[in-house]
């Protein structure tokens, strides 16, 4: 049967940066309960996907230092190059199929224990670590940034170095970064915080030192806190709040950095529900206006079922 013209437009190759993928179907990071104790799973699993049409496949997070180690999840990490092949597994099964393989960089900052590694977390402030262990995190000195910057550009190498296609830098959901941009978490009285142009510098920071590695060949992506860290219960009685406007201004400055913007909000529970329940498109509100700021390709999610609700997403 052929297909309605109609829907031509999901499947229309979109160049990210260096890169292009296929079609529309992108499928964004998201955890699997694999990681490194089941690479050959994770790889299959991923590789699915792909087989399934998807244009765009990534990984779970990926951390990039011993000071972000969430055990006793099982994540991925990017530690050194001895974690290069279980992730390159992924990639080229990724790339069997035709879709563009994707990793998520990540580092925990105070929302992680390091109850294996024994580091201390760090973050923008000091403050307990994680809701279920009595640890305490440190700030982040001058220094300790410029190690960050420098795991984040090792870990961009390796990526890269395993095949991955787009490289992401995360930033949002109460970890390192987030812990950065958040008004709410960083009084740091340095170039890193206070107005909003300090707050973003690091993320700013690491976009462009990951472009720098890795530009030529694999794409940069951002994920992206859309709604500042409001509830939903906030945002539906209250509309606009300042946090959201903070996020608008921060997304202004950095609009043209990246290659993607990955849209999400900080409570991604609703999204999770069965789409029998959730509406779809439940982010367009906030993939609205990010789209109206950045010219850059824009990803996010919504229980999508419906093409013609895609096809007028686009």
Not at 243 to 253: D, T, V
């Amino acid at each position: 049967m052929a297909r309605n013209p109609y829907f031509d437009i999901l499947f229309e190759p979109v160049k990210i940066g260096p890169v292009t993928t296929k079609n529309r179907f992108y499928q964004v990071p998201h955890s699997a309960a694999m990681g490194y104790k089941m690479p050959n799973s994770h790889a299959g699993m991923r590789a699915i996907k792909a087989e399934g049409g998807w244009g765009v496949v990534c990984t779970d997070i990926v951390s990039i230092h011993p000071t972000s180690d969430d055990a006793p999840y099982p994540y991925l990490t990017l530690w050194d190059d001895a974690d290069i092949a279980a992730l390159a597994l992924v990639a080229e099964k990724v790339h069997e199929h035709g879709a563009l393989a994707g990793i998520e960089l990540w580092h925990g900052g105070s929302s992680v224990a390091n109850l294996f590694s024994r580091e201390a977390p760090i973050g923008a402030e000091s403050g307990r670590a994680t809701y279920n262990d009595p640890v305490q995190s440190r700030i982040a000195t001058k220094s300790d940034i410029k190690e960050i910057r420098r795991w984040y550009v090792n870990a961009a190498k390796r990526a890269k170095i395993a095949g991955f296609d787009i490289i992401y830098v995360y930033a949002t959901h109460d970890y390192l970064i987030h812990s950065f941009l958040s008004s709410q978490r960083n009084f740091r009285p340095d170039e890193y915080g206070g107005s909003v142009e300090n707050r973003v510098r690091l993320l700013r920071e690491l976009i462009e030192d990951v472009k720098n590695v890795v530009g030529d060949r694999c794409a940069v992506a951002v994920r992206f806190c859309a709604d500042g860290g409001v509830s939903r219960h906030n945002l539906l009685n209250e509309g606009v709040t300042p946090q959201i406007e903070e996020q608008k201004e921060m997304l202004s400055i950095l609009a043209e950095l990246p290659d993607l913007w990955d849209v999400n909000v900080s409570d991604y529970s609703f999204e999770m529900g069965s789409s029998r329940f959730v509406k779809e498109a439940s982010l367009e509100n906030f993939v609205s206006y990010v789209k109206s700021i950045t010219s850059k390709p824009v990803a996010s999610i919504g229980r999508f079922t419906s093409p013609n609700i895609m096809v007028e997403q686009v």
